[in-house]
């Protein structure tokens, strides 16, 4: 059980395009869900925060007009990076908490973004 | 605020050593705190957690011990495996629904 996917697993795109990525619990209700940009050989570091049905809270320093972030369902989260430029390459994870005092999250298999 | 800080890598040790990966921690009252376990191009994996003091966490023949009087949670493998090798992250939360608190990772490398 704890499944949770993402899609896709590794995208190429051009710079200024648009690419988004999905996230999704497979086996439970996730009321939060947590996307993390992670560099080679680096930890994780916390992009934003989102809660279904509300408008997702960014860490500081993380620009949210250019990672959107949408919560449509309790089982599916989607980020966007739009106008993608070189420097938006990284390895996109995200995670989901159950809520339900169950402090446990579960991450996604991440999903490897290049911009050309 | 909540940090985690755990021991830098990597660390390199031959197949059916000891390992011990050190973990301390900083919070207010009484954190849960987790093991996760990344392998190379994946997301994490939950490796083990404790959610109260004196708590101990076991899988896969890893262990480690929530110590509140020296907040600390460091992980110990009896006899590693060349498939053990991956990067590990200490973690805490305060609550759940929480965002979590994660250490720098320790690469750990297992040679046969």
């Known amino acids: 059980g704890a499944v949770v996917s993402q899609h896709p697993s590794w995208v190429i795109c051009k710079s200024g395009t648009s690419v988004k990525i999905e996230c999704r619990s497979l086996d439970f209700q996730a009321t939060t869900m947590f996307w993390y940009r992670q560099f080679p050989k680096q930890s994780l570091m916390l992009m934003a925060t989102?809660?279904?049905?509300?408008?997702?809270?960014?860490e500081q320093g993380v620009e949210k007009d250019k990672f959107l972030i949408n919560h449509a369902s309790l089982t599916l989260s989607t980020l966007t990076v739009t106008s993608a430029h070189p420097e938006d390459s990284s390895f996109y994870i995200c995670s989901a908490a159950p809520g339900l005092g169950i402090y446990e999250q579960y991450f996604g298999p991440g999903t490897r973004l290049t911009v050309t | 605020g909540n940090s985690v800080t755990q021991m830098e890598g990597p660390v390199t040790l031959s197949e059916e050593a000891f390992l011990t990966i050190n973990c301390t921690y900083t919070?207010?009252?009484?954190?849960?705190l987790f093991w996760y376990v990344q392998y190379p191009g994946e997301g994490l994996q939950l490796l083990l957690k404790?959610?109260?003091?004196?708590d101990k966490g076991s899988n896969k023949g890893f262990e480690a011990t929530y110590r509140k009087e020296t907040t600390s949670f460091h992980l110990e493998k009896g006899s590693v495996q060349v498939s053990d090798s991956a990067v590990y992250f200490c973690?805490?939360?305060?609550?759940?629904?929480?965002?979590?608190?994660f250490g720098g990772g320790t690469r750990v490398l297992v040679k046969p």
């Open positions: 973690a805490l939360i305060k609550a759940a629904g929480n965002k979590l608190t």
């Open positions: 989102s809660n279904e049905g509300s408008k997702a809270t960014y």
């Open positions: 919070a207010t009252g009484y954190p849960s």
């Open positions: 404790a959610t109260k003091a004196d």
